[in-house]
């Protein structure tokens, strides 16, 4: 079983950059597909992005393209979400996520993501 441990949260004012990290132990992490989700009070958890075991698949909710980037680092097991240009709008709880079956052919749903992590805070400031 992966474990999940991220940071790199804060509060940014509109217009700022932040840099969430997601740290892995346990499983094999160069076989998991890596994604991030958010979670907004009053909200469902949503899609943010994701990429595949090397980093040659991406994918990103339309409210984020171009503004973030998700990347990964299989030797020190490290899943990254760089986030420029925020919003207000952007202000949730970022969760990383693992993808452990393999069987997700475009994994953007909380359904194809197994392990997760606790959540960091992200507050913009407009």
């Known amino acids: 079983q992966v474990q999940l441990i991220e940071s790199g949260g804060g509060l940014v004012q509109a217009g700022g950059s932040l840099r969430l990290s997601c740290a892995a132990s346990g499983g094999i992490f160069i076989y998991y597909t890596m994604g991030w989700f958010r979670q907004a009070p009053g909200k469902e958890r949503e899609f943010v992005a994701a990429?595949?075991?090397?980093?040659?698949?991406?994918y990103f909710a339309d409210s984020v393209k171009g503004r973030f980037t998700i990347s990964r680092d299989n030797a020190l097991k490290k899943v990254y979400l760089q986030m420029n240009s925020l919003k207000p709008e952007d202000t949730a709880v970022y969760y990383c996520a693992a993808e452990t079956s393999g069987t997700a052919v475009v994994p953007t749903t909380t359904s194809d993501f197994s392990s997760w992590g606790q959540g960091t805070q992200v507050t913009v400031s407009s």
């Open positions: 990429i595949n075991w090397n980093g040659g698949r991406t």
